[in-house]
C-alpha cells in the first residue's frame, strides 16, 4: 500500500522567511500529486497540483512544488512566507490506476510570526 | 455555485450509538468520497461512492457505511460508534473517478463519549 511521510510536524518562522516542506510516497507506478492547505476553522484547499509534465509547478499564492521522480519526493516551497500563510499543510498521493482516491501524508502545522 | 456542504457540523454520540453524517457535493461532480481525519493526523480514506454505488474502500471496517443518492449526495453512516470514531470526517466531490481535483467540505466534527 502506498503512504506519504512528511518530514516536518511543526515549522515556526518569521514573516519573510523562505519555507521548504519535504514530502516523500512511496508507490511504485505513476501517480499524481497533490498540496492541500487547512487555514484555521476553513476546509481544505488545493494548494496545486501535479499530474504530468513540467515538474516543477506553481500554484496559487506564491507556493510552488518540485516533483523529483527518483527520490519518490514533492516538496512544497514559498520564498517568502506571510503571516497569512499560518495553516497546516497536507502532501497527498493519489495513484493513477487507484481512481481519484487521495492518501495524505500527516501533515505540517506552519506558524508565521508577524 | 456552492461548494461542498456537509450538515451537522458538530456532533456529540455515546458509544454503542450509531451516527448518519450528510454530504452534498459541489454542482457539476458525481463521485464523492469519505475521509477521516483524526486529532493531528492527516484525513484517511474511507470509501468512494459514484453511480450510487460503492468503489473504492479503505481500510476501515464493515461499520462503516455509505449510500449515494441519485442527486449524488451521500450520507456516511457508522454503527456501533467507538471512542476512536471521534475525528473530522470529510467529504471531497470530484467529476467523475479518474484522478482530478478533488472539493473538500468543512466537515463534521464527531465526539463520541
Known amino acids: 500500500a502506498q503512504s506519504v511521510s512528511q518530514h516536518n510536524h511543526h515549522v515556526i518562522l518569521s514573516e519573510a522567511a523562505s519555507l521548504e516542506l519535504g514530502c516523500n510516497y512511496s508507490?511504485?507506478?505513476?501517480?499524481?500529486l497533490f498540496w492541500y492547505v487547512q487555514y484555521p476553522g476553513q476546509h481544505l484547499q488545493l494548494l496545486l497540483k501535479?499530474?504530468?509534465?513540467?515538474?516543477l509547478v506553481k500554484g496559487i499564492k506564491g507556493f510552488e512544488a518540485e516533483f523529483i521522480k527518483s527520490k519518490f519526493s514533492f516538496n512544497l516551497r514559498k520564498p517568502s512566507v506571510q503571516w497569512s500563510d499560518t495553516a497546516e499543510y497536507f502532501c497527498?498521493?493519489?495513484?493513477?490506476?487507484?481512481?481519484?482516491?487521495?492518501?495524505f501524508g500527516g501533515g505540517t502545522r506552519v506558524l508565521v510570526k508577524p | 455555485d456552492a461548494g461542498v456542504t456537509q450538515s451537522p457540523t458538530h456532533l456529540i454520540k455515546t458509544r454503542g450509538q450509531q451516527v448518519t453524517l450528510r454530504c452534498s457535493p459541489k454542482?457539476?461532480?458525481?463521485?464523492v468520497s469519505w475521509y477521516q481525519q483524526a486529532l493531528g493526523q492527516g484525513p484517511q480514506f474511507i470509501f468512494q461512492?459514484?453511480?450510487?454505488?460503492?468503489?473504492q474502500r479503505g481500510n476501515f471496517p464493515d461499520r462503516f457505511s455509505g449510500h449515494q443518492f441519485p442527486n449524488y449526495s451521500s450520507e456516511l453512516n457508522v454503527n456501533a460508534l467507538l471512542l476512536g470514531d471521534s475525528a473530522l470526517y470529510l467529504c471531497?466531490?470530484?467529476?467523475?473517478?479518474?484522478?482530478?481535483?478533488?472539493?473538500f467540505g468543512q466537515g463534521t466534527r464527531l465526539t463520541v463519549v
Open positions: 461512492y459514484y453511480e450510487e454505488e460503492e468503489r
Open positions: 471531497a466531490s470530484s467529476p467523475g473517478t479518474g484522478g482530478s481535483k478533488a472539493f
Open positions: 508507490y511504485g507506478g505513476t501517480v499524481n
Open positions: 501535479y499530474f504530468s509534465g513540467d515538474p
Open positions: 454542482s457539476g461532480h458525481d463521485t
Open positions: 497527498a498521493v493519489n495513484p493513477k490506476a487507484a481512481g481519484n482516491k487521495l492518501t
